[in-house]
């Protein structure tokens, strides 16, 4: 695997060639500038965050221009996907694709939702390698995140080699943590308090970098990917899922490669439905009232060596809860009305027909079999 060298100008955050770029980009300032305007204690929980916050946006800009710069002397590097400030305003706003979204940020949409989004994302001959940036010294979070992303890149580019560059602050931790296609580069904390100042309260520099006219720089709607159809993908394993009719599901076509990927973009995928009455034959304390009388029934990546039955049951109120039967211990966790996982189910309630419902026994068989799924 080829891993590109951090340069001088990268490790030590280096800000002399870009600084007036960096004004160019927009910023979450709302909040830390009425903080400081308020006189906010800089030793108050609620100004450490939202300086925190802030100062992880100024950090992604700078590496981001310096990645201009990187590219444009790397030979290796063949394409490199512009966003912020040298995007191209008129081609914006797809239902779904790759493209840039109102924060001029790189993301993956379906049916007007995020799927994923990326810091920055490149190509050599063989590979496309998407980066993260984070001034965060905690990076288990990170670490996760990447799995999605990861398998997503790999539906989209199937021809390619995914790869990861991975930007942290000296002193971040766990760096052994992170798969071998990642290489990660280690900078100097942002220390330029005069800098962020001046962002904060929109003080621009007169001068503009641009970006220098080459070839390898591209818009997002200018690269070749495989759609990818978020929720045609859901409904199309939910009915592979049920294709054997003397088998409760088919656990076969979970244990395959596909799947694997398919687990890392939606954590869940669904197999069906119980009825209330079926339901509380399993949980007997169950007392939410299900629209249609239907509970959602999924198989979920609880971790990375743990598959399980999760339960989804949308309430006639109009609220979705999360059921998890975990030890004998029931989890129940609201979920966000405008997440993803609501509509999914909506989409799945439309799709749900009577040979996808299961009884109580034949989930209790499939608990037994247990989801031993390595991929």
């Not at 590219?71 to 191209?88: C, D, M």
């Not at 924060?103 to 949409?109: C, P």
């Not at 054997?244 to 799947?259: G, R």
């Not at 890392?264 to 069906?272: A, E, M, N, P, S």
Request: with cysteine; hydrophobic share 40%; net charge positive.
């Amino acid at each position: 695997m080829h891993h590109f060298k951090i340069n001088e100008d990268i490790e030590q955050l280096n800000i002399q060639n870009i600084k007036s770029n960096l004004f160019q980009y927009p910023y979450t300032t709302k909040n830390i500038k009425k903080l400081i305007l308020n006189n906010e204690p800089i030793s108050s929980p609620t100004f450490i965050a939202a300086y925190t916050s802030f100062k992880g946006e100024v950090f992604e800009n700078i590496i981001y221009e310096h990645l201009i710069n990187y590219a444009l002397n790397e030979e290796l590097i063949t394409e490199f996907v512009l966003k912020g400030p040298y995007q191209n305003q008129t081609m914006r706003y797809y239902k779904s694709g790759l493209m840039l979204d109102n924060s001029a940020q790189i993301v993956y949409k379906s049916a007007y939702k995020d799927i994923s989004e990326f810091d920055a994302l490149f190509f050599t001959q063989e590979s496309v390698y998407f980066v993260e940036m984070s001034t965060s010294k905690k990076t288990e979070s990170l670490v996760k995140r990447l799995y999605k992303k990861s398998a997503l890149l790999k539906m989209l580019f199937p021809n390619l080699i995914v790869r990861a560059l991975i930007v942290l602050t000296e002193g971040s931790k766990g760096i052994s943590k992170f798969p071998t296609y990642c290489t990660v580069w280690m900078t100097k904390d942002i220390e330029d308090d005069e800098l962020m100042h001046k962002i904060i309260f929109n003080k621009k520099e007169t001068k503009l970098l641009f970006v220098q006219k080459h070839k390898k720089f591209i818009q997002t709607y200018k690269v070749k990917y495989d759609k990818f159809q978020y929720f045609q993908t859901l409904e199309a394993v939910l009915e592979q899922s049920r294709m054997k009719p003397h088998e409760i599901i088919d656990l076969d076509f979970f244990k395959t490669k596909q799947i694997g990927l398919y687990f890392d973009i939606f954590t869940k995928l669904y197999i069906g439905y119980i009825v209330e009455e079926e339901f509380l034959k399993l949980v007997s304390s169950y007392d939410l009232k299900a629209k249609e009388g239907k509970v959602v029934v999924t198989l979920e990546k609880i971790n990375t060596k743990l598959y399980d039955l999760v339960y989804y049951i949308k309430e006639k109120s109009g609220k979705l809860k999360r059921l998890y039967i975990a030890k004998d211990e029931i989890k129940i966790k609201d979920k966000e009305l405008d997440g993803f996982t609501n509509a999914e189910i909506r989409f799945i309630f439309n799709v749900l027909k009577q040979e996808h419902i299961f009884s109580a026994i034949e989930i209790e068989a499939l608990k037994n079999i247990g989801f031993n799924f390595k991929y």
